[in-house]
């Protein structure tokens, strides 16, 4: 092999930049997050193991539903009645949006655009406005 | 054959690194209004196409225009145009990609574009706008590459090459046509509202995009030693006459219709943008001087052309065709667009300003064409030179 | 004819052909690659009072409609009589759906707002005008037409017509390309020059109403008639505005006992530019 005095070192090198994460790390992933779930409710609008995972799946079907097909139909969770909303029923229930919906995408490396448009409850918006 | 574009001369390093200079300005005021928002352009809610779909509309026309070498060369054998048919097809290769930038670049959410292909509309004639655009600019990647590989190994094209090439030449006609559609079918803009649009769009592009191969292919003659040929320069030259001529014609229709039949709504854009529009006792004419630029330069350009002293000589040829070419800009890179959102739909006028930041994505589109241009042509006049070799 | 010339009109007359076609397999493709995209396609479906229908109709006749049309009758009389009402209406309309303020009129969002009588109805003769009405600001917003021009140019159906008939916008869907305010022949539609949350001249974050979204910046929005509101059983916020002034009625232009079609069978009203055949649901009683 020509050059293989630079090729070699070179190569050495780029491997231990791709893996730096892992072996920055010790090979331990980092703890999964844990979201702040509300205290005084038991039950969501779908079982845990299908709203964690397919919330995203959720939020976007309401939102056709209501936005394009007018479906504005309420649904009842433990006798209380909701809108099909992000800011109007999730929050309701979630009040922190940095406890409950930024501690797993950040995790993650989401960026979800729903804060662009939709507003978050009110307590946690006077206290980024202080910061 | 890329190999071609990595070698060349100094001048050829300066130019690209000039034109290199102006795409990294420019790239670092569209990172400015990605950040921002369309606010950093001159763009109002009265004006809400600027500078960026202007330069598109135009620059669809210079990539329809190549069709005007692709056709006579392999509909009607025009042999002479065997040199310079690669010269319209990079052309189009160059323009169309300024379009499809100039589109991202008006966008306000570039980053949802491809939500036209996730739901698809045919009632909206951007989504045929985008097919007939992105399609020949597919066709003329497929057809120069392959008919240029060809003549370097100096075989006959394959056959099913030519499937494309002659698919090729309605799609140019479409692209043009359907970017017309977007702007005459619009109720309540008078002055786009005219079944001459797509028409008077080809008319200028057939004079737009040839005059700009002449006046490439003069330069070309100079610094590289590609010499188009006498004869084709004239027959290009005689389309460019016949296509500025129709739509000249075309322009002056406008006018009668809108002067004669009295109707404000016919007169106003045309009076806004070649006399200035009184309201209100103030009179707004900030498009005057490029109406009669487009006017003093288009008539200038002709006159060369026409005349057999100055065509004959190359440096009175290349100043017509550059002449030819920025009249054309003006009218429909810059008149026509603009000038339609005057007056607005209540009836109010607001100018339209660009901003630097605004001119300095412009320019650097307008750059990077080039630059693309530059190297497509580079490697065409190097096979060629190889060949002739 | 030499052979290549032959061979050219062989493949142009195949593509011709497939290229008539192609519409209508486009059509079918469309709606058949989702669900959501068929649901799509049917909100699409005109169902606004005097919808042409396909089979040629007797020239002026009202075909019967079908499906909802909200519509709005604006009486301009009781907003002459009553000064500030108009003003009202639109503060109303500015605080329930978080519409920022911005000092500069170059990057202005506006729902419903004045303008003079001409620059409303300029179809309309202006000649000699009755001294009111020359110096009235008419009320104006989106018309909500049965034939949107803007709905037609949409690439991609982030503005469509609902099925109460309203022109929606899907702000999530919006690319921000503005060929509906290049169709718009009422100037309603605002385009998200900057964000709206900018501290500089946006919104105030701290006052607004926390039951509506507010925009992002890129995007067009225009009045929804209240559909938040309609959804709730409320009338549109400019509407509950006018108080019990009536002065302006809202309701489904398509049934005939709503109360604006009583307004509309006592009254002389007009429409913004009907010339153009957009069918607008917003009419005035000058």
Redesign the interface.
């Given at each position: 092999m020509y050059d293989s005095g630079k090729i070699i070192p070179g190569l050495i090198i780029f491997v231990l930049i791709v893996t730096f994460p892992i072996w920055f790390n010790h090979g331990v992933a980092a703890d999964p997050p844990k979201a702040e779930l509300p205290k005084d409710k038991k039950q969501c609008v779908l079982p845990l193991s299908e709203i964690r995972p397919n919330h995203m799946k959720t939020l976007n079907q309401w939102r056709d539903e209501v936005l394009r097909t007018e479906d504005r139909s309420f649904f009842s969770v433990e006798g209380t009645m909701y809108q099909k909303s992000l800011q109007n029923a999730c929050m309701q229930c979630h009040v922190s949006k940095k406890k409950f919906c930024d501690v797993c995408h950040t995790y993650a490396a989401v960026t979800p655009y729903c804060w662009d448009c939709h507003l978050e409850p009110v307590e946690e918006a006077t206290k980024e406005d202080v910061n | 054959m890329f190999e071609k574009a990595l070698k060349g001369n100094n001048n050829y390093w300066m130019w690209l690194g000039f034109l290199g200079t102006f795409m990294a300005i420019g790239a670092i005021c569209y990172i400015r209004q990605f950040n921002y928002g369309l606010g950093l352009t001159g763009m109002s809610r009265d004006v809400s196409w600027g500078l960026y779909i202007s330069n598109f509309t135009f620059l669809v026309g210079v990539a329809a225009g190549g069709v005007m070498l692709v056709l006579p060369y392999y509909v009607h054998n025009y042999k002479v145009f065997g040199r310079i048919t690669i010269l319209g097809e990079f052309l189009a290769i160059a323009a169309l990609t300024m379009c499809l930038m100039f589109i991202i670049a008006d966008l306000g959410q570039p980053i949802r574009a491809l939500n036209v292909l996730l739901h698809p509309t045919p009632n909206s004639m951007l989504f045929w706008d985008m097919i007939v655009l992105n399609g020949y600019l597919f066709l003329n990647i497929i057809c120069g590459w392959v008919i240029l590989t060809a003549e370097r190994k100096q075989v006959k094209p394959p056959k099913w090459v030519y499937i494309f090439v002659y698919i090729s030449i309605p799609f140019a006609i479409s692209i043009h046509t359907v970017t017309a559609m977007l702007y005459c079918g619009l109720p309540g803009r008078h002055f786009w509202l005219s079944a001459i649009i797509a028409p008077r769009f080809l008319a200028s592009a057939f004079a737009a995009g040839p005059a700009l191969i002449v006046f490439v292919s003069l330069i070309l003659k100079r610094v590289a030693h590609f010499d188009a040929g006498r004869e084709a320069t004239n027959k290009m030259v005689t389309i460019i006459l016949y296509a500025a001529l129709i739509n000249a014609f075309f322009v002056m229709l406008e006018f009668f219709v809108g002067y004669y039949s009295q109707i404000p709504g016919h007169m106003h854009t045309l009076q806004y943008l070649f006399f200035g529009l009184e309201h209100h006792g103030h009179v707004y004419n900030n498009l005057v001087p490029f109406m009669w630029g487009f006017v003093v330069l288009t008539l200038t350009g002709f006159t060369l052309l026409a005349i057999p002293y100055t065509r004959r000589n190359d440096f009175w040829l290349a100043i017509g065709s550059a002449a030819l070419f920025i009249g054309l800009w003006l009218d429909k890179g810059i008149g026509f667009v603009l000038g339609g959102f005057v007056p607005s739909p209540l009836e109010e006028i607001t100018e339209y300003y660009p901003t630097f930041n605004e001119i300095m994505i412009t320019i650097a589109v307008w750059c990077t064409g080039f630059f693309i241009l530059t190297v497509l042509y580079k490697i065409a006049v190097g096979v060629e030179h190889e060949v002739e070799a | 004819m030499?052979k290549?010339?032959r061979?050219?009109l062989k493949?142009?007359g195949i593509?011709t052909l497939a290229?008539l076609g192609a519409?209508a397999v486009?059509?079918r493709l469309?709606s058949g690659v989702s669900p959501?995209?068929a649901?799509?396609a049917v909100?699409?479906q005109p169902g606004g009072h005097g919808a042409e229908s396909q089979a040629p109709a007797e020239h002026g006749a009202e075909v019967v409609p079908t499906g909802k049309q909200y519509g709005m009758v604006i009486d301009v009389r009781k907003f002459i009589a009553q000064p500030g009402l108009a003003d009202e209406c639109i503060k109303a309309c500015n605080v329930s759906h978080n519409i920022p303020q911005f000092p500069d009129?170059?990057?202005?969002?506006?729902w419903i707002w004045l303008?003079g009588h001409?620059?409303?109805f300029?179809d309309n003769s202006q000649y000699h005008l009755s001294e009111t009405m020359e110096n009235n600001q008419v009320l104006?917003l989106c018309n909500h037409c049965a034939n949107p021009?803007c709905v037609?140019?949409?690439?991609?159906?982030?503005t469509?017509k609902?099925?109460?008939g309203i022109v929606?916008m899907?702000?999530?869907?919006?690319?921000?390309?503005?060929?509906c305010?290049?169709?718009?022949?009422?100037?309603s539609r605002?385009?998200?020059?900057?964000?709206p949350r900018d501290p500089q001249g946006g919104l105030d974050?701290?006052n607004?109403n926390?039951?509506f979204?507010?925009?992002?910046?890129?995007?067009?929005e225009k009045c929804n008639f209240c559909?938040e509101r309609l959804?709730r059983g409320e009338e549109p916020a400019c509407v509950a505005a006018t108080g019990g002034s009536k002065a302006m009625v809202f309701g489904d232009l398509n049934d005939p006992d709503s109360e604006i079609r009583q307004v509309l069978k006592q009254n002389y009203t007009v429409q913004r530019?009907p010339s153009?055949?957009?069918k607008p649901s917003v009419f005035y009683i000058i």
């Open positions: - | - | 030499d290549k010339r061979e050219f493949i142009a593509s290229g519409p486009v059509d469309v959501l995209a649901r799509a909100e699409v009129p170059k990057d202005e969002i506006k303008t001409e620059n409303a300029p104006v021009p037609r140019a949409c690439p991609t159906k982030a469509f609902d099925k109460n929606a899907d702000y999530h869907r919006c690319i921000g390309c503005r060929f305010m290049a169709a718009c022949p009422y100037g605002s385009f998200n020059w900057r964000d974050m701290n607004l926390r039951l979204p507010t925009r992002m910046r890129g995007v067009v559909v959804g530019k153009l055949g957009t």
